[in-house]
Structure formats: C-alpha cells, structure tokens
C-alpha cells in the first residue's frame, strides 16, 4: 500500500454537512478497500488565485491516507463527478516526509523576522548568471598567438 494525500477545494456555498459527505464519502472508499486513513486536515476558506467556476473564494480540506492505486482511481473518478468539488489534487506521499504540510506549518507574518539567514532572506545579493555575464562582457578577450 502507497500513501496519498489529496487537497480538496470544495465549493465556498456547500453546506458544512455536504462538505462532510464529501469527506466522508472519500474516507468510506478508502476503508471499503482495505486502506488506513491518516489524517484530515480542515484548512478553511480561502481567497483564490483565480476564480474557478466564477468563484473567487473555495473551501480547502487535506485527506492523508494509505491505500492501493486502483482505490485512488476509483476516489479520483468520483471526485470528478461531484459538482461540490471545484478541483482536487492527488499526490503520492514520500517516505519519511512529516506528517503534517511545510505550508501548514510556515512562519506567520510575526515569526517572519526571526527567519535565519539559511532560508534565503537576508543573506545579500549573489552573483547569478545575469551577473557574471555582464562582467564577462566588460573585459576583452585576450587571443592567444601561437
């Protein structure tokens, strides 16, 4: 068996019980198989990138779970079919990666100037390649005589 997570982005205007039955409904087929469920992870109301059925907003819900692939085939076809499910993604989970999403555990706006410098902020200014090959520009090159 292979552990999957799934993001699903549900609707903003569903009822919190038919948003459950979607949840629900995903966990009963991942039982039904002989699957574990793990973990789910209400994440809420969020404000989106770009409307998705003329929907500026939808409603965010992390499903942790280990089962067989042909049991995601079968939650993913069914997810396509609900009208409450605005998008959903499947991914396989790695091996000793943590339990709970990076992204749910990133530092809020207070705990951002405490970052150290390993992050990427604050560490200055690093030469790319834009920046060696404008200094490369700037000196002649020199041909050698034989």
Do not use: N
């Amino acid at each position: 068996m292979t552990g999957y997570e799934i993001l699903l982005l549900l609707d903003p205007d569903l009822e919190e019980d038919r948003q459950g039955e979607v949840v629900t409904r995903t966990r009963e087929l991942v039982e039904k198989a002989g699957g574990s469920w793990d973990v789910h992870d209400v994440w809420g109301r969020r404000k989106l990138a770009y409307e998705i059925a003329h929907k500026g907003e939808g409603f965010y819900h992390l499903l942790q779970f280990t089962c067989e692939a042909g049991t995601l085939d079968e939650i993913s076809r069914v997810l396509r079919i609900d009208d409450g499910v605005l998008r959903h993604m499947a991914t396989r989970r790695i091996e000793g990666s943590p339990a709970r999403p990076v992204a749910v555990g990133a530092p809020t706006r207070e705990d951002a100037g405490t970052a150290s410098p390993t992050d990427g902020q604050g560490a200055g200014p690093v030469d790319g390649p834009a920046d060696v090959a404008a200094d490369a520009v700037d000196e002649p090159i020199e041909e050698e005589e034989e």
